[in-house]
């Protein structure tokens, strides 16, 4: 009996042995015969999934530098194409940007049809433009942000105060701004303020939107084993439709109040808001379901980038007191110490733009980009990228490339203010620097991300000095990051305000 088992043993062992060499035979013979672009061996069955660690963006920067800035990974059952260079992410983005305008559709994305009425995930057509030129043409052009210039203001004078009232504690930054950034979108969209700091539903709320886009970012089995799905083995799909469902209730809420408000013609705002505008265009095949999603869509992600990115700031300004005292300078010498930071400063202030762009060089909020995908094989570089290939663009390395940025580790605004790189923007022309994507697939919320960051930190830094609590040293300031689809501190930062301003001022 004993005998009969180890045959059965060594039997499936030998299948098992027999798969996985002519998967890997497969694997090497595709890659030779597609003329793929080079990159590591691949194990059968995970191919090089287990290269990626726990941080992506590092491992794949690290592959790149052995297989070149156009490499190909094999992730589960799915083919990728990174992209790690300025060079190759030009090819990508601008001369082939129709091609590679498609989406990879992550299993998160999916969650209650999510991506079928989204921006970020739709696939490149009839559908996206429209859903794209809605947004940008009654949400972000420079009218409409003109127009709303003043919820802006608003807003930031109400975060100063809220940190005025609570100076010599120690206070949650990210918690701080992401309140200030979802209460601008939620006034912007439907004219009222989704958070109150003070209520404890408001922070139930907060976390449940931390949650699902941690939870989102989660590296997933299921989008490289499909036949997983079923199973959804980490629980992604079903933790995600929780989620979904909480924002759903809390927008459904104002969506049926505004509803009611124009059934009546009483409670209306002043003027049109973007609700309003939404809610006309349900005559012409948009429904109420579009509407949240999208809703959903606009609130989580320019709340939780921006959130991001201010935290970073800080975070490196406080680390760099040299940098603050310099920022601050330039403040005095601008602004005064008789008067706060108004958005038309902005332009006024160069070393300010200087450590935004340094932010988003050393911390650019989406590390990997959103994964575009091959409408149609195409020959980039020499080599053959198949059609619904996924293209990966590693946007964290081309901010540390050596071959671009001298000191690349080092945070140093002052880069930016003279020589090659003093009239580098980050608007999707100069690759080297494409924290917000470039090409069709662009961000669309750059240009108020662009004003709430430029005016937030210097508001912040101008209001008030910031120091460490006691026993914390600037100079071993925690600088870890967490991989998701944004890439967040570790630790969030907690900081002492003191006020530089009269009080009258706040």
């Known amino acids: ?267 209306l705002p002043k003027e049109k808001d973007f609700l309003d505008i939404l809610l006309d265009l349900t005559a012409h095949d948009f429904t109420l379901v579009n509407i949240r999603a999208l809703l959903l869509e606009l609130l989580s992600a320019g709340s939780d980038t921006t959130t991001t990115t201010i935290e970073w700031a800080m975070v490196e300004l406080i680390a760099n007191p040299h940098v603050m005292k310099q920022a601050q300078k330039e403040l005095e010498d601008i602004i005064g110490l008789n008067r706060k930071v108004e958005e038309s400063d902005i332009d006024h202030l160069p070393y300010i733009q200087a450590i935004v762009k340094e932010v988003f060089r050393l911390h650019p909020a989406l590390p990997l980009a959103l994964p575009h995908r091959a409408e149609n094989s195409c020959e980039v570089a020499g080599y053959k990228i198949p059609k619904h290939t996924m293209v990966i663009v590693n946007v964290w390395a081309m901010g540390r490339d050596p071959k671009i940025w001298k000191d690349p580790l080092k945070f140093m605004p002052e880069r930016f203010l003279n020589g090659e790189y003093s009239k580098m923007k980050y608007k999707g022309q100069d690759f080297e620097l494409i924290p917000f994507g470039a090409g069709r697939r662009i961000c669309l919320g750059l240009p108020l991300a ?28 925690d600088m870890s990051d967490t991989f998701g689809i944004v890439l967040k501190k570790a630790i969030e930062l907690n900081a002492i305000p003191a006020p530089r301003l009269p009080n009258h001022l706040y």
């Open 1 to 267: 009996m004993e005998e009969q088992w180890l045959i059965w043993l060594s039997a499936l062992l030998s299948s098992m042995l027999a798969y996985f060499l002519l998967d890997l035979i497969r694997r090497r013979e595709k890659k030779r015969r597609e003329n793929l672009p080079p990159g590591p061996p691949a194990w059968p069955i995970v191919g090089n999934l287990l290269q990626l660690g726990k941080k992506p963006n590092e491992s794949l920067w690290a592959l790149s530098q052995k297989y070149g800035p156009l490499m190909t990974l094999s992730l589960g059952m799915k083919t990728a194409v990174v992209v790690s260079s300025s060079e190759m992410a030009k090819e990508i983005l601008k001369t082939h940007d129709q091609n590679f305008a498609g989406r990879i559709l992550i299993e998160a994305a999916k969650v209650l049809s999510h991506h079928e009425f989204s921006i970020a995930f739709a696939q490149y057509g009839d559908y996206w433009r429209k859903l794209r030129r809605i947004a940008t043409t009654e949400l972000f052009t420079p009218t409409r942000l003109q127009a709303l210039q003043h919820l802006r203001r608003d807003q930031i004078s109400q975060t100063i105060r809220m940190v005025f009232e609570k100076r010599g504690k120690s206070m949650n930054i990210a918690q701080l701004v992401f309140y200030e950034g979802l209460n601008l979108m939620s006034n912007a969209i439907f004219s009222k303020n989704l958070f109150d700091p003070n209520n404890p539903d408001s922070a139930e709320l907060r976390n449940t939107f931390s949650e699902m886009v941690k939870l989102g970012g989660k590296p997933n089995l299921v989008d490289f084993y499909p036949f997983l799905k079923f199973l959804d083995p980490q629980g992604v799909s079903r933790g995600l439709t929780v989620y979904h469902k909480r924002v759903h209730d809390c927008l459904d809420v104002f969506i049926q109040d505004r509803l009611e408000a124009r059934r009546q013609g009483v409670g």
């Open 450 to 477: 662009h004003q709430m960051v430029h005016f937030t930190i210097a508001s912040l830094i101008h209001s008030f000095n910031w120091t460490l609590p006691i026993g914390k040293n600037h100079e071993k300031i």
